[in-house]
C-alpha cells in the first residue's frame, strides 16, 4: 500500500461527481462502513482496504468509470478493455502510446498525452478544472496511468518531477505519498509527471496470465499501491514500524540507523514538509486506525499497542490526529468491521 490510511478528503471528492447524479450519498455510504458524520471531519482517515471498496461501490452504482465526472459517461470494463489492447506491446513506451489512442475515442473533455525528448517523458493530463473543482480525476487519472506503467515494468516508475495547475490545495501534504519526486510544483502552466525518457523503452514485463489477476483488483488498486519508497519519510517508517507499542527511538537514533547526521535528518525532513514527531504521530495514527477495525481489541488493547500507557492520553491523542475519539470511530465504521473482518 502506498499510504497506510487515506484522507477523508479523497472520500469527499469523489462524491462530488455522484451528486451530480443525485444519488442517496448516506446510503452508498452506508454499504461500504463510513458513516456520514466521518465526512464533517476534515481529519478524518479510512484504511485503503475501506477506500478501494468505497471506490468499486462507486462504479457499479455509477455503472460509469469516471463515476460522474466525465460528460460521457465510461462504461465499466473501458479499463479492462484498454489493457487487454496494450498488454502485447513490446515496451512501455508503445503500451501508453496506445492508452492514449485507446481514450482519444471516447470524448474531448478530457485525455491524457505522452511526450518525449532525448532525455524526459511526461504524461499530461487534460481536464477542465471547472468539472473537477476538487482535482479528483486529476489525481486519480495520474496515479492510475503510474501504477499501470509500473505494474507493466514490474517496478515503480520513479517521478523527476510533477507539476500542478492549480494552487497549492489545501491536502498537498498528501501528495509526497501519491506522486513522491524531488521536484514538485503547484500554480504552474500545466500539469504533467516527469520521468526519465529511457523507462518507455523497457520491456512490458506481464503478459495475459498475469493480466488477469491484475484486473481482479485494478484499476482501483492502484490508487493505494506501487509505494513511494525513495523519500525519506516513508524510510522513517519502515524504521519505525517494529518500533510501534515500544519505546520510540529517537531522532539521534534513526537519524543514525540511516547513516545522516541528526541536522541532514532534519533538514531533509523539512524540504518534504514533515518533522519527526510528525512522522512518529502519523505511524502511531494509521496504526490505531487498522486496529480499532478489530472489533476483538479493546480500546485499552489499542492504545497499549500503539504505545499510550494511558487510554486517557491516547484519546487525546488519536482526537487531536483525527478529530473524532477512538471510540466514535469505531462506532462510525462499525458496519465495515461486521462485513468485511
Not at 477506500?51 to 460528460?71: A, C, I, N, P
Request: a neutral charge; hydrophobic letters at 40%.
Amino acid at each position: 500500500m502506498s499510504r497506510d490510511t487515506i484522507s477523508i478528503h479523497f472520500v469527499n471528492a469523489a462524491l462530488t461527481g455522484v451528486k451530480r447524479l443525485g444519488l442517496d450519498i448516506d446510503t452508498l455510504l452506508s454499504h461500504v462502513g463510513i458513516e456520514a458524520e466521518l465526512l464533517r471531519q476534515p481529519k478524518a482517515r479510512i484504511s485503503p482496504e475501506q477506500y478501494v471498496k468505497f471506490v468499486r461501490m462507486l462504479w457499479l452504482v455509477t455503472q460509469d468509470e469516471h463515476v460522474g465526472f466525465s460528460k460521457q459517461p465510461r462504461r465499466l470494463g473501458t479499463f479492462a478493455m484498454m489493457c487487454q489492447l496494450i498488454i502485447h506491446c513490446k515496451t512501455l513506451g508503445q503500451a501508453l502510446e496506445r492508452c492514449t489512442e485507446f481514450y482519444r475515442l471516447f470524448s474531448d473533455d478530457w485525455s491524457v498525452t505522452l511526450e518525449r525528448d532525448k532525455h524526459e517523458a511526461r504524461l499530461i493530463p487534460n481536464i477542465s478544472l471547472k468539472d473537477d473543482p476538487d482535482h479528483f480525476m486529476t489525481e486519480g487519472i495520474l496515479m492510475i496511468w503510474h501504477g499501470l506503467a509500473s505494474w507493466l515494468i514490474e517496478r515503480r516508475l520513479p517521478l523527476e518531477r510533477v507539476h500542478f495547475n492549480y494552487a497549492r490545495p489545501a491536502h498537498a501534504d498528501e501528495y509526497d505519498a501519491l506522486f513522491f519526486a524531488p521536484v514538485m510544483q503547484f500554480g504552474v502552466s500545466r500539469t504533467e509527471i516527469t520521468f526519465a525518457a529511457d523507462y518507455l523503452d523497457l520491456p512490458i514485463r506481464q503478459n495475459e496470465d498475469t493480466l488477469e489477476e491484475f484486473l481482479k483488483s485494478a484499476p482501483a488498486m492502484l490508487l493505494v499501491k506501487f509505494k513511494n519508497t525513495n523519500s525519506l519519510t516513508n524510510r522513517i517508517r519502515d524504521v519505525l514500524k517494529s518500533q510501534i507499542g515500544e519505546e520510540m527511538p529517537t531522532l539521534n537514533d534513526v537519524a543514525s540507523m540511516l547513516y545522516l547526521s541528526p541536522q541532514t535528518l532534519r533538514r531533509r525532513l523539512a524540504a518534504e514538509g514533515k518533522s519527526y514527531q510528525g512522522v512518529k504521530d502519523a505511524l502511531r495514527r494509521d496504526a490505531a486506525i487498522h486496529l480499532l477495525l478489530r472489533p476483538e481489541l479493546t480500546l485499552e488493547d489499542v492504545a497499549q499497542q500503539v504505545g499510550f500507557s494511558e487510554t486517557s492520553t491516547f484519546h487525546r491523542a488519536f482526537k487531536k490526529w483525527t478529530g473524532v475519539t477512538p471510540g466514535l470511530y469505531r462506532q462510525l465504521h462499525g458496519t465495515y468491521q461486521h462485513a468485511t473482518l
